[in-house]
């Protein structure tokens, strides 16, 4: 039977308008940074009294000061190849202390740890804390522990290093293959032997690339830390700065530079060579892999335990040993005679027991926000400057190729001039103030966010610009729709990793009188108040891990 009542049909749906994307958490977390980002940078504005009367003023203080210090008058030959050795021994002793002691920390703070349970926490603790202090600020404390000299210069690279070497390397042990090391303690192995017969060699590697980043790092740090009395070349330019010798100052600002300029060849070259070492290994291990011929693995007449001492064998038994005859001699050139360390015991027990209860004030808090509006504020402007300077660069964004090179070269000769050095020409130039400081922290931001932004946009997905530009749609049409939405969460987690960098350097700006936390931190060492010493450094630490921590969640909802 066939039913005849009329067939009902659904009602037709209402027209939901335009479609637009729904609001996500990694959306609302790009618009709150994006706002308070605004938020700060006018706050900062506000707070140092920066307008475009007042910033044309300044420039044009700063360029009358840059006429003064022209010609630039070099010292001679044998005065900078002393200044340049005495700076590279302190990176080198420096970054190979560090390496020995964040061996056996990084072991202690990972998560496999099996030694007592108040080890770890204790171990990461340090971690954090030494990675937190800035450079400069260790070396005003240990110049005032162990005097004047490259050897308060060493140990405040060493204590800094031991941080970023330490949990870099934590990371590294961590992720690290368990299987090996459980074998050996089945064995009955103990937990020093699982360390260095199977954990070790399998971190080695990436020890190697961490010391070696650090030590490159640490050159660039240690050609400034003159400036406190902690040898290097910086002595030099902190003496002709303080006798108002300009035309002597800008001879050793060229000098650092050139100095700078060198390492970052080196740097890229040996990064270079280790990509293509890393390349023909892994195509001759698939060439092997694939191989159905039977062919050896060894030469023929060589024995299966019998690896041999081959050419590549030579070369890293060599390297190693010159290493270690290069680390010796840095560190006898820091004169650690018996005598100077046991007379540094009574200042060092003078700080420690001075620093406690920390003293925490008025004043210094203000001066802790000063900083913190300082970096910030001048790591969002940086971060607006470098963006329009990556697009500029970068190949797959920039409006003519000759330009994209002259504007690379200029941001590697501006980022090769350390922060303090801009700094001690803003004060000589405008005077005492936080407005000195923000203008080099805007200048070093703008610098270091335009090759971040400019190496992601050359990694970017080419496709969807191609395609848009293929149908006809104009240069930012393609690049709002294309570019843009792919490059936000690189955009967002490199200039909070420019923020972060921006908020430690602050405190180091603050030395030389660019405003900030530092001038205070060094003001309580030169009149032994050790209680607001700390005081400063507890809340350095804190500041920053906030940030750090920010920075962290920021990524993980982003990326």
Known sequence: MVSTTPATHAPAAADPGPLRPPWSARALIAAGLLVAAVAVTWLTFWWIGLSPASLAAGLDDTARLLRRMWPPDLPGAGDVAWMIAETLLIAVAGTGLAALVSVPLAFTAARDHRGPRWLRPAARVVV??????????????????????????????????????????????????????????????????????????????????????????????????????????????QTALGSLNYHRAAGIICVIVVLVLLLELLSVAVRHRTVRHRRVRHSRAGRSAGDTTGTPALPAGRAP??????????????????????????????????????????????????????????????AVLESLLMALGAAAAGAACGLVLALLTAVNTTPWRPLSAVVRVLLVVVRGIPDLVYALLFVAALGLGPFAGFLALWISSTALAAKFFADSLEQL???????????????????????????????????????????????????????????????????????????????????????????????????
Not at 146 to 173: N, R
Not at 190 to 207: D, I, N, W
Not at 493 to 505: K, M, Q, S, T
Request: aromatic letters at 8%.
């Open 128 to 237: 954090v804390l030494t990675r937190a202090v800035p450079t400069l600020a260790f070396a005003i404390l240990f110049v005032r522990i162990f005097g004047l000299g490259p050897l308060a210069g060493a140990l405040a690279v060493a204590v800094h290093s031991v941080g970023m070497i330490a949990k870099l390397l934590t990371d590294a042990v961590e992720e690290a293959d368990p299987v090996p090391a459980e074998a050996a303690r089945a064995c009955g192995a103990g937990e020093v032997q699982v360390a260095v017969s199977t954990v070790l060699p399998r971190v080695f590697p990436a020890l190697t690339g961490i010391v070696l980043y650090r030590l490159d790092i640490n050159i660039r740090a240690s050609a400034v830390l003159g400036v406190v009395g902690a040898g290097g070349i910086g002595v030099a330019l």
């Open 305 to 366: 335990h019998d690896v041999g001492w081959d050419r590549g064998r030579v070369l890293r038994v060599a390297g190693a040993v010159a290493t270690g005859v290069v680390f010796l001699v840095s560190l006898w050139s820091l004169n650690p005679d018996p005598g100077r360390l046991s007379g540094a015991w009574p200042n060092l027990r003078a700080v420690l027991t001075g620093m406690w209860p920390p003293a925490f004030s008025g004043d210094l808090l203000m």
């Open 461 to 559: 997905d080419p496709l969807p610009h191609e395609a848009l530009t293929s149908v006809g749609a104009r240069r930012w049409q393609a690049f709002a729709a294309g570019i843009w939405p792919q490059f936000v969460p690189s955009f967002t987690g490199n200039g909070l990793f420019v923020a972060d960098l921006a908020l430690r350097e602050s405190v180091v700006l603050g030395i030389a009188g660019a405003g900030g936390v530092g001038y205070l931190m060094q003001e309580s060492i030169a009149t032994l108040r050790y209680d607001t010493t700390a005081a400063i450094v507890i809340a350095i630490a804190v500041v920053v891990y906030a940030i750090e921590t920010l920075a962290r969640v920021a990524r993980r909802h982003l990326l």
